[in-house]
């Protein structure tokens, strides 16, 4: 078996294509010898949630961007909003962008460390006349500022004297003020088109507890006014963001060049908005708190460590994220391909093993009781050095259940009354006898073998059509399994009718726990968390999917395993029905 660490350019992006247009913009920038030909990018995340799919997208294109020029690419908390913050969402983050295959040594900062420096530069604009303390509330603000169609007004406090709002400021961030009583607010054009720059806050006062800086600060610095800043500290060149900062963009410029600070270039480029998923924190906040699911890494989630936890691998993320690609506008990409990217990664490195999720007894009448045959299983088709094991066979074994018909149509080429198949690796089993209990369930079949079918071929050239994968019953050893359905029943679970609420589009049938499964003896060997990057035990169960241990086989007292993908995209078929 291969490792991950052993698959060259892993991440598909090595190919040769045309480059994307942010890498467009670097290497003119590198032509034109701006910023010195640095490239060195952030992803900023506040940490108010753990991070999803959409993050691992930006995440990808800022980390790729430095790693492909030769720069440098930084973690950036921008905890700048107390109320929602949490050490654990912090580490969450770091932990998820290491899995991801990201080198932070050195390259993690915080907003709250340039705290004093913004302030300094809240100051600075003060007493250039740029910006002034305003004393509306927040239904006032809102008034003045007007609307798309409507020019906004000034605010009665706009024309303070700088000593005044210099002093106030000042008494602003003693905490002399109750919340929301007063605003910092950039002095620039009420009447702007673009309603960004109408007066934008600044500062607001909130005497909250930060995560980092305590009770050091009862003033907090808005996003617009931050985030410019904090690129402008770490020197980053290119500042990439999602599209809905498009028209934030002055704004950005208008404080640096207002500062006279170094001024890094904001790129927008489309979010990653996925079918059948949501992504805003607030919904995957309201999903855990209200138990729709297990929590944040819940297998079902769209978050990176749910992703994790399901068994998708950082390869087969970074693959799907370099064949969306990047672009200027927004589309929804349809879950199928991230999918795909899974199955991609997983068929060539999962090793395979047999398991039986829904058992169903079969005897065969003919074999030796006390008889075992060990037959040679091949454990990954796709990499011949993976070797080969040796898989125990006897009298009794477990089949799936719906792989038996009592009555199948002509097209069903499994197990049926009088009819043949090969049981992988091992021989032709013709079913006798389909034994049922007072209740009329099948609850065993008898059949027997063909002695000369040993290894699966017919030396008469006896063809059988199907094969099934099988579980020796004195040898298996008892999991439990869980499928995983989308969470959502519907296509765009974030548009909800009048009378409806988003939740009411989760799928009931997102979660099925099978406790009674079956797996051959050497699950153990086969599941060797060693051989992922992530300590994450990886394997095929042949016919039924990829399948991941999960965390949870620790107290379960069993195996317990997610499954990560299926086989074969059933999607296609069951909504072509
Ligand atoms: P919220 O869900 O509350 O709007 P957010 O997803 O914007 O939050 P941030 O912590 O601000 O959360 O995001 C960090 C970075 O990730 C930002 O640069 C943001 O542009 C990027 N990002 C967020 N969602 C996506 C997405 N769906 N696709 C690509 N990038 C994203
Ligand atoms: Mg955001």
Same mark, same amino acid.
């Given at each position: 078996m291969t490792s991950e660490s052993h698959n060259p350019g892993g991440d598909g992006s090595d190919a040769p294509r045309r480059l994307n247009f942010v890498e467009q913009i670097i290497e003119d920038d590198r032509k034109a010898g701006k910023w010195d030909g640095r490239v060195c990018t952030r992803f900023p995340?506040?940490?108010?949630?753990?991070?999803?799919?959409g993050h691992a997208k930006s995440i990808h294109l800022n980390f790729g961007l430095a790693q492909r020029y030769g720069g440098t690419c930084y973690l950036r908390f921008d905890d700048t909003n107390p109320i929602k913050e949490e050490q654990e969402y912090i580490d969450s983050i770091i932990a998820d962008v290491q899995w991801l295959g990201y080198d932070l040594t050195d390259r993690i900062f915080y907003a709250s460390d340039y705290f004093q420096q913004m302030y300094d530069w809240a100051v600075q604009l003060v007493k250039a006349g740029k910006a002034y303390v305003c004393d509306l509330n927040a239904e006032e603000v809102r008034e003045y500022r007007g609307t798309l169609t409507e020019a906004g007004k000034n605010s009665p406090y706009r024309d303070r004297g700088v000593e005044e709002n210099l002093d106030l400021l000042d008494r602003m961030r003693k905490g002399e003020f109750p919340d929301g009583s007063r605003t910092l607010r950039a002095k620039i054009d009420m009447t702007s088109p673009n309603m960004n720059l109408r007066d934008p806050a600044m500062y607001r006062i909130l005497h909250a507890k930060h995560p980092r800086t305590g009770d050091a600060w009862c003033?907090?610095?808005?996003?617009?006014?931050?985030?410019?800043?904090?690129?402008?500290?770490?020197?980053?060149?290119?500042?990439?963001? %999602?599209?809905?900062?498009?028209?934030? $963009?002055? @704004? &950005?410029?208008?404080?640096l060049d207002a500062l006279g600070i170094y001024h890094p270039r904001q790129i927008e480029f489309a979010k990653l908005l996925l079918n059948y998923t949501v992504m805003s924190k607030r919904k995957l906040i309201e999903l855990v708190r209200g138990g729709h699911v297990r929590g944040w890494d819940d297998p079902r989630m769209a978050t990176i460590s749910g992703l994790r936890r399901r068994g998708v691998t950082p390869v087969a993320?970074?693959?799907?994220?370099?064949?969306?690609?990047?672009?200027?506008?927004?589309s929804?990409?349809?879950?199928?391909?991230?999918?795909?990217?899974?199955r991609e990664d997983l068929n060539l490195r999962a090793p395979r093993v047999m398991a039986v999720l829904n058992p169903l007894k079969v005897v065969i009448t003919n074999y030796p009781e006390d008889q075992v045959d060990e037959l040679d299983a091949v454990n990954n088709p796709e990499d011949a050095s993976?070797? %080969?094991?040796?898989?125990?066979?006897? $009298?009794? @074994? &477990?089949?799936?259940?719906d792989d038996?018909?009592?009555?199948?149509?002509?097209?069903?080429?499994?197990?049926g009354p009088g009819r043949e198949v090969r049981m992988r690796y091992a021989y032709f089993v013709t079913c006798q006898e389909a034994v049922k209990d007072a209740a009329g369930n099948i609850v065993e079949l008898r059949c027997t073998y063909d002695p000369a079918t040993r290894g699966g071929d017919s030396p008469d050239g006896r063809k059988v059509k199907g094969t099934l994968h099988w579980?020796?019953?004195?040898?298996?050893?008892?999991?439990?399994?869980?499928?995983?359905?989308r969470l959502f029943s519907v296509e765009n679970p974030n548009k909800v009718e009048e009378g409806q609420a988003w939740t009411d589009h989760i799928n009931p049938d997102s979660l099925k726990v099978l406790e009674n499964a079956k797996l051959e003896p050497n699950w153990r060997e086969a599941a060797d968390k060693a051989t992922w990057s992530d300590d994450t035990a990886r394997v095929q169960f042949e016919r039924?999917?990829?399948?991941?241990?999960d965390a949870d086989t620790e107290t379960a007292g069993k195996p317990v395993f997610n499954r990560t993908v299926t086989l074969k995209d059933t999607w296609a078929k069951i909504a072509g029905k």
């Open positions: 995340p506040e940490p108010n949630g753990y991070l999803h799919i003033i907090y610095p808005m996003y617009d006014w931050a985030h410019g800043l904090e690129d402008s500290i770490e020197r980053i060149t290119h500042s990439i963001c %999602t599209l809905e900062f498009e028209n934030h $963009r002055p @704004l &950005y410029d208008w404080f993320l970074k693959t799907f994220c370099s064949e969306i690609g990047v672009a200027k506008f927004n929804t990409i349809d879950l199928g391909r991230l999918e795909y990217s899974i993976a070797g %080969t094991r040796k898989v125990p066979f006897s $009298r009794e @074994l &477990y089949i799936e259940r038996f018909m009592e009555d199948p149509p002509r097209k069903f080429f499994r197990l579980v020796s019953a004195k040898h298996a050893v008892d999991a439990e399994v869980r499928l995983y359905d039924t999917g990829y399948f991941a241990l």
